[in-house]
C-alpha cells in the first residue's frame, strides 16, 4: 500500500525511519508519474515490510527543493533517514522494478 504523505509528515515518516522507505516525488498533471502509480502502488503490496510513500510535489514543493528534485517522477530510497538512491529514470514498470529490487537486495 502506498500512503500519501504531506511536507509535515516527511520529517516522522521518512526521515525518522529505521527502515527502508520508498518514495514517489510526484505531480497530478506529470502523465508518467500517473501511468507509473499503479505498478509502484503493486510492488509496494509485495513487501509489506517495507514502507512506499509518495508526496506531490506541485502541494509541497519545498520538500522538491531540498531534495533537489528536477524531473517527474524521482523515487528515492531512504534507509535510517539517508537517502541511499534515487532515479528518475524510471519511465516504465520493469525499470522501476529494478530500481526497487536493487535497493532491497544490498
Known amino acids: 500500500m502506498v500512503k500519501e504523505i504531506t511536507d509535515v509528515e516527511f520529517a516522522d515518516i521518512v ?35 517495507v514502507l512506499f510513500v509518495r508526496i506531490d510535489v506541485g502541494k509541497y514543493s519545498d ?16 534507509l535510517n533517514g539517508k537517502e541511499i538512491g534515487r532515479t528518475a ?7 522501476l522494478c529494478q530500481f526497487i529490487t536493487s535497493k532491497l537486495e544490498n
Do not use: G
Request: proline share 5%; net charge negative.
Open 15 to 49: 526521515l525518522q525511519n529505521k527502515s527502508v522507505v520508498f518514495i514517489d516525488f510526484y505531480a497530478p498533471w506529470c502523465t508518467t508519474c500517473r501511468v507509473l502509480h499503479p505498478a509502484f502502488a503493486e510492488i509496494s503490496d509485495m513487501y509489506s515490510d
Open 63 to 78: 520538500i522538491a527543493d531540498k531534495y533537489n528534485i528536477m524531473h517527474l517522477p524521482t523515487f528515492m530510497c531512504f
Open 89 to 95: 529514470a524510471a519511465n516504465n514498470e520493469m525499470s
